[in-house]
């Protein structure tokens, strides 16, 4: 999975600064996603949201990007625990809607 380094990340035999692109296993990156250290590298990370979000918009567009199968519900939505889970905090299902919305809008 492409993920975007927010803060340096040291690994064995390679180094990712901060705004470098870099592939990680899936799980690799839904943990650091999670501990906020990368965020995913998607068209939805493009978006521009409000000030007033202060980041959580964009924090919810890459958390959506990184849910996999079980993390939908069976309208199609992301589950909000599936999404408050990588975001570990408590989001509203209007909050999901307003992300999954600007998701969709991204991803067309």
Do not use: Y
Not at 55 to 79: R, Y
């Amino acid at each position: 999975m492409k993920v975007i380094a927010i803060s340096s990340l040291q690994g064995r035999q390679f180094t990712v600064k901060p705004g470098e692109t870099t592939d990680l296993e899936k799980a690799d990156a839904e943990r650091l996603i999670k501990l906020g250290f990368v965020k995913a590298a998607t068209s939805a990370s493009s978006i521009e949201t409000t000030a007033s979000d202060d980041g959580d918009m964009s924090a919810m567009l890459d958390a959506i990007s990184v849910l996999d199968a079980d993390g939908f519900g069976k309208d199609g939505k992301p589950l909000v625990k599936a999404l408050e889970d990588i975001l570990d905090k408590d989001i509203t299902s209007q909050q999901r809607d307003l992300a999954w919305e600007q998701f969709n809008k991204a991803e067309t």
